[in-house]
Nanobody
Framework: QVQLVESGGGLVQPGGSLKLSCAASGSISNFYAMNWYRQGPGSQRELVASITSGGTTNYADSVKGRFSISRDNAKNTLYLQMNSLKPEDTAVYYC??????????????WGQGTQVTVSS
């Protein structure tokens, strides 16, 4: 089974930056997509950003222009660079990987989450 471990969360002031990492136990090059989700206090889990094996990226409207998702296949690591952070970005951020674009076939892997708190 694939293990995903997030790191890089913490407390940051509004307008600040933070970079999250998601280290995989094995190669990430064969995942169809890797994603960052987040769940704020009392909120539903939401998709923040995704990147496919081909390098296509997508972002939630709320973070577009501020966040950037990337991966380093050689390091088996997914990243989320977060800039211009806002209090509403406060959440537990989860790394996710999918093996297939097809829901009936995909295997899903989740990290344990890392807390990001944006507050003055």
């Amino acid at each position: 089974q694939v293990q995903l471990v997030e790191s890089g969360g913490g407390l940051v002031q509004p307008g600040g930056s933070l970079k999250l990492s998601c280290a995989a136990s094995g190669s990430i090059s064969n995942f169809y997509a890797m994603n960052w989700y987040r769940q704020g206090p009392g909120s539903q889990r939401e998709l923040v950003a995704s990147i496919t094996s081909g390098g296509t990226t997508n972002y939630a409207d709320s973070v577009k222009g501020r966040f950037s998702i990337s991966r380093d296949n050689a390091k088996n690591t997914l990243y989320l660079q977060m800039n211009s952070l806002k209090p509403e970005d406060t959440a537990v951020y989860y790394c996710h990987a999918a093996t297939s674009m097809f829901p009936v076939r995909t295997k899903n892997y989740w990290g344990q989450g890392t807390q990001v708190t944006v507050s003055s």
